[in-house]
């Protein structure tokens, strides 16, 4: 589906009428191109006094071979010797040609609401140095894990910083909050990794939060998921494609599920991945057994489930038919709660599993017309908030993404006055691709994200829909 806006903004004559007339100026995202480093250009690192997480995100900086700047705040050079990171100190006033790519500040030494002068300190002398689809990563620890009242407002008032932070950033720059609880900073190498690289493109304003755990997998960046075996359901176009492909991309094999009136389309996308195709119809009352048996027959059990099969049927509640309800529970929700109830009680998904699903903001800001698609995506939010302790005894994770506006046969569907408001009423001014759902859901499946549990993030290029 093509954005002619969006085409039209990013060439000379675009760029200039609409800088002339004031209006909404899509900038092309960068996106992860196989070989690229991790992140291309200058990152800024900060903290604030009695920071705990400054450690472990030098050893990431340093794993990916970023160039480091900090201002001449002693803690964090000091910080980021001791984990062998090469820190170079900045002076606004003196070197004013620097830009950024990144902006890191530990915002975890936060203890009461006076000292976030912090975070004014660091952001306000950089935030005109920034270069296109800049990121900005504040860390803090979980507010209900922290041990005072004082302590809990001033970690939870960083995420109104951080959500407003992403409305200003601009030039296709996000912004992200990352909780990490006590003893997990050991866990945030892949989601800081995530955040810094264009595979985040269209995901901004998030909060995420990292939990401890006892996993640690020794895994190669460029091939994650090598040896692991995934099953994506609605694989055979739209963003369930784009799953099954980034997927493959990281190593996995990818057994490819759709209605069977699919299967031919369905074959094409796994042929060229090398996966398998399971052509089924996930509401059937025997697909769960089914699912479970070909897994473990074929494959001996199962890495990461992707549950991305959905419908809408769009109608105001008045005029909805029963059908159309129940067609979009069944498929968008129960089918699910199902599958994962059958592949549990079998034991098919393996240590250090992964359960991703795809819910929607719908399910998060409601939408006229869309009783029954918010009412099953947003239920699919409580299944993975429930499940996430249970599964976490397992060793197994549970999260979701909640895309916005993404350009697929779905969306190209819409009346074209609602598509383009979809579109454009967002921090980046255009729609996400179905690759910036997989990349987020890439990020999950990594053997390196068990401390990933839980976690509903956007991907919406921060929808003025659902805040
Ligand atoms: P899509 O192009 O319609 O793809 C969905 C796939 O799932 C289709 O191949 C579909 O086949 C298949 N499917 C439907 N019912 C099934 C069943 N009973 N068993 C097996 N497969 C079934 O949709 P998309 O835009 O890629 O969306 C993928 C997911 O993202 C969905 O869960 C959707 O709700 C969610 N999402 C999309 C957007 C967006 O902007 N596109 C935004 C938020 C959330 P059929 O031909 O039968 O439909």
Same mark, same amino acid.
């Given at each position: ?46 903290? &604030? /006094? ?15 071979? $970023? ?39 530990? &915002? ?13 300190? !660091? ?16 860390? =803090? ?19 109104? !910083? ?10 296709? =720059? ?6 990490? &609880? ?44 090598? =040896? ?31 209605? /069977? ?151 190209? $569907? ?54």
């Amino acid at each position: 589906m093509s954005d002619r806006y969006t085409q039209f903004a990013n060439s000379p004559l675009g760029r200039m009428l609409i800088k002339n007339l004031g209006l909404p100026a899509p900038l092309n995202l960068d996106r992860f191109q196989a070989g690229e480093p991790v992140i291309n250009g200058a990152v800024l690192l900060g903290a &604030a /006094p009695g920071a705990v997480l400054t450690a472990g995100i030098a050893r990431t900086l340093k794993n990916i071979q $970023a160039e480091v700047h900090s201002y001449a705040q002693d803690q964090v050079v000091k910080t980021a010797k001791e984990a062998g990171l090469g820190v170079k100190v900045w002076n606004p006033e003196v070197d004013t040609e620097q830009k950024f790519k990144a902006l890191v500040f530990d &915002a975890s030494g936060i203890t009461r609401s006076d000292d976030l002068v912090q975070v004014y300190h !660091f952001f306000h002398p950089v935030m005109r140095k920034l270069v296109e689809s800049s990121r900005i990563i504040i860390l =803090g620890l979980p507010p209900e894990a922290c041990t005072t009242p004082r302590q809990a407002t001033a970690q939870r008032a960083l995420e109104g !910083f951080t959500r407003s932070l992403g409305k200003e950033v601009k030039k296709g =720059g996000a912004a992200q909050l990352v909780y990490v &609880a006590q003893d997990a900073d050991k866990q945030a190498e892949s989601t800081l990794r995530f955040f810094l690289s264009p595979r985040s493109a269209y995901v901004s304003a998030q909060v995420v939060r990292i939990s401890a755990s006892n996993t640690e997998a020794a895994l190669d960046w460029n091939k994650p998921l090598a =040896g692991k075996v995934a099953l994506v359901t609605g694989a055979s176009r739209g963003i369930g494609e784009a799953i099954a492909k980034t997927l493959a991309r990281d190593g996995a094999h990818v057994v490819g599920l759709d209605i /069977p009136a699919l299967s031919d389309d369905l074959r094409v996308v796994t042929s060229m991945i090398g996966g398998s195709a399971l052509a089924l119809d996930i509401t059937a009352g025997d697909a769960p057994a089914k699912i479970a048996d070909y897994l473990k027959s074929n494959h001996g059990g199962v890495d990461i489930i992707v549950h991305n099969a959905g419908v809408t049927r769009d109608k105001t509640l008045a005029n909805m038919t029963q059908q159309q309800w129940d067609m979009v529970m069944n498929i968008n929700l129960c089918s699910e709660e199902r599958i994962n109830d059958e592949l549990l009680a079998q034991n098919v998904i393996r240590e250090n599993g992964r359960v991703i699903c795809v819910s929607s903001i719908s399910g998060i800001a409601g939408n006229m017309g869309q009783s029954n698609y918010g009412m099953s995506k947003a239920g699919v939010i409580g299944m993975v908030q429930s499940m996430a302790p249970l599964l976490y005894a397992k060793n197994i994770t549970i999260n979701a993404v909640a895309p916005g506006f993404i350009e697929t046969a779905m969306t190209a $569907a819409i009346p074209f006055a609602i598509r383009e408001a979809g579109r454009r009423m967002n921090s980046m001014s255009q729609g996400g691709l179905p690759i910036d759902v997989a990349e987020t859901i890439a990020w999950y499946a990594s053997p390196a994200s068990a401390g990933v549990n839980g976690n509903i993030v956007r991907v919406c290029g921060q929808s003025l829909i659902g805040a």
